[in-house]
């Protein structure tokens, strides 16, 4: 019963680095999502996907890219770390669209940029 | 835009006390409503949801009244438990149903 499954759960990056945030889900949901959560900021969206081979912007997805080659996986890669980057992500998937079914939140990467 | 406001924090609470949350959203159309609770070192999780004005939802204790004349989602608990410290969003999908849109969450810190 693993649910959504994030790794790494911690990560110290420098600047100019790359790196790819893992999210697997084991329920068969279509739609996942992407949100870094900032202090004072709450949780904000950066990349999403309604079904393998589509995705799409959220409200802040400059400097991350995003793939859904299968159901299950749903990665986040950072090109090139900035120290604006910092931050708590949290990877999500629902079985059908926010607006009526619930949102199922892994427990979250905790990334650092010097 | 959309958008959620709830009430900044910290919230301390003695263990039985009564606990208020107020949420107020802006929105088009007929949003769906949400609480979401993240526990220390946790990701979110659902507490209660209402999809229609004047839908109460409930979980756990806590109940939140979808009043779309006020577009408030205010959460209360009769009876708060040292267990439920916690940050708590107040969140709304409209009905294109993309995503979330969260409010800035409530830190609620309950001692015995």
């Known amino acids: 019963n693993a649910g959504v499954t994030q790794t790494p759960k911690f990560q110290v990056l420098k600047t100019g680095q790359s790196m790819t945030l893992q999210c697997a889900q084991d329920m068969n949901h279509e739609y996942m999502s992407w949100y870094r959560q900032d202090p004072g900021m709450g949780l904000r969206l950066i990349h999403y996907s309604v079904g393998a081979g589509i995705t799409d912007q959220g409200e802040v997805p400059n400097g991350y890219n995003v793939s859904r080659s299968t159901t299950e996986d749903f990665p986040l890669r950072l090109l090139s770390a900035a120290p604006s980057q910092t931050s708590v992500y949290f990877c999500a998937s629902s079985w059908g669209t926010s607006y009526n079914s619930p949102l199922h939140f892994g427990n979250g990467t905790r990334l650092t940029v010097t | 835009g959309d958008s959620v406001t709830q009430m900044e924090g910290p919230v301390t609470l003695s263990e039985e006390a009564f606990l208020t949350i107020n949420c107020t959203y802006t929105?088009?159309?007929?949003?769906?409503l949400f609480w979401y609770v993240q526990y220390p070192g946790e990701g979110l999780q659902l507490l209660l949801k209402?999809?229609?004005?004047?839908d109460k939802g409930s979980n756990k204790g806590f109940e939140a009244t979808y009043r779309k004349e006020t577009t408030s989602f205010h959460l209360e608990k009769g009876s708060v438990q040292v267990s439920d410290s916690a940050v708590y969003f107040c969140?709304?999908?409209?009905?294109?149903?993309?995503?979330?849109?969260f409010g800035k969450g409530t830190t609620l810190s309950v001692s015995s």
């Open positions: 929105a088009t159309g007929y949003p769906s």
């Open positions: 969140a709304l999908s409209t009905e294109a149903g993309t995503a979330l849109i």
């Open positions: 209402a999809t229609k004005a004047d």
